[in-house]
T-cell receptor
Framework: GNSVTQMEGPVTLSEEAFLTINCTYTATGYPSLFWYVQYPGEGLQLLLKATKADDKGSNKGFEATYRKETTSFHLEKGSVQVSDSAVYFCALSDRDYKLSFGAGTTVTVRA | GAVVSQHPSRVICKSGTSVKIECRSLDFQATTMFWYRQFPKQSLMLMATSNEGSKATYEQGVEKDKFLINHASLTLSTLTVTSAHPEDSSFYIC?????????FGSGTRLTVV
């Protein structure tokens, strides 16, 4: 079946530091890949997505590239802000449109 | 943008009672909604897929008599946890598929005492 393995947290960074959250997946076929973010007290929001190999999703300074050869979709941001403190989820969807999530990574950015 | 409203955000109930969680699509019609459960420090696990006007499809290992799902209209899906026990305490989240993406509710923290 499908599965997503995500870097364990928590991750604590200083403002303007570089952030990487690793995500690898196992799937049959060619899934779509997503990063969702959950800010404190809020629901999940789509951060970015990629639907095919070599696609790069980007939003709010975050980027992730769909790497089929390494089955990875690592999330990166060059300079984090305090407002980026949240829980980040890597996910994939299959042909039935069901989402499989990683465990989530809690990121805390300190001023 | 598309909004899914989920209520209540928190609920505490006594063992043996039932709790209903509502999920409404506010500005679009949701033919399909998904219900997830999240244990502390763990991933969101899909419980069931809810289709308007038909029976929900449950994932393996999820008790359909325990977690009753009703999707009677295109804007409302409900999850009822029946005869709740402390092990049902968890974070429940609904989502709706829309245009190739997904919109999530803000979740419900259920505590059974």
């Amino acid at each position: 079946g499908n599965s997503v393995t995500q870097m364990e947290g928590p991750v604590t960074l200083s403002e303007e530091a570089f952030l990487t959250i690793n995500c690898t997946y196992t799937a049959t076929g060619y899934p779509s890949l997503f990063w969702y973010v959950q800010y404190p007290g809020e629901g999940l929001q789509l951060l970015l997505k990629a639907t095919k190999a070599d696609d790069k999703g980007s939003n709010k300074g975050f980027e992730a590239t769909y790497r089929k050869e390494t089955t990875s979709f690592h999330l990166e941001k060059g300079s984090v802000q305090v407002s980026d403190s949240a829980v980040y989820f890597c996910a994939l969807s299959d042909r039935d449109y069901k989402l499989s999530f990683g465990a989530g990574t809690t990121v805390t950015v300190r001023a | 943008g598309a909004v899914v409203s989920q209520h209540p955000s928190r609920v505490i109930c006594k063992s043996g009672t039932s709790v209903k969680i509502e999920c409404r699509s506010l500005d679009f019609q949701a033919t399909t909604m998904f219900w997830y459960r999240q244990f502390p420090k763990q991933s969101l696990m899909l419980m069931a897929t809810s289709n308007e006007g038909s029976k929900a499809t449950y994932e393996q290992g999820v008790e359909k008599d325990k977690f009753l799902i009703n999707h009677a209209s295109l804007t409302l899906s409900t999850l009822t946890v029946t005869s709740a026990h402390p092990e049902d305490s968890s974070f429940y989240i609904c989502s709706a598929s829309l245009g190739g993406g997904y919109t999530f509710g803000s979740g419900t923290r259920l505590t059974v005492v």
